[in-house]
């Protein structure tokens, strides 16, 4: 009776491992264009509000990330509410309200954003070097009102 179990277990199992599978590929975050994605994300931010529990999951991942255009500050702070910034902070508002991100899964989202914004590395220093106007993949924030630089 044992044996019989275990297998019909594992048939269930087996029959339901593509449909798991298709699900976690079509819950994978995806990054594929910077200028469509920012002005989206940016939509976000202006568009989600998070409860006080959601804002803790994002301080936690973004307090643990340097802001890329000026690294004194954190992700979660930044030195202003830059494009890059904005685009920054409504993915994370994105991520948390509509796939249950908890803090560690929302700041290698975030990470991998940053890092395909500018696969080069940022300086850090945009804000304090004037760079600010510049756009993201040149190591800039992307501007800071509503149009955003992209060149």
Not at 61 to 82: D, G, H, S
Not at 141 to 147: I, R, V
């Amino acid at each position: 009776m044992k044996i019989i179990s275990k297998a019909i277990i594992l048939l269930i199992f087996v029959a339901f491992l593509p449909q798991v599978q298709a699900a976690r590929q079509e819950d994978e975050l995806k990054f594929t264009d910077v200028k469509k994605q920012t002005e989206e994300f940016i939509g976000y931010y202006t568009s989600i509000q998070l409860t006080g529990e959601q804002e803790k999951i994002k301080k936690d991942a973004l307090t643990a990330i340097p802001a890329p255009c000026c690294k004194e500050f954190t992700q979660y702070t930044c030195c202003c509410p830059c494009n890059q910034s904005k685009a920054i902070w409504g993915l994370s508002n994105h991520l948390i309200t509509t796939k249950n991100y908890d803090a560690a899964r929302l700041k290698e989202a975030v990470l991998k954003w940053i890092d395909f914004t500018h696969p080069n590395g940022y300086a850090g220093d945009s804000c304090s070097t004037g760079r600010c106007m510049q756009a993201v993949h040149k190591d800039g924030c992307g501007g800071m009102g509503k149009q955003v630089v992209y060149e």
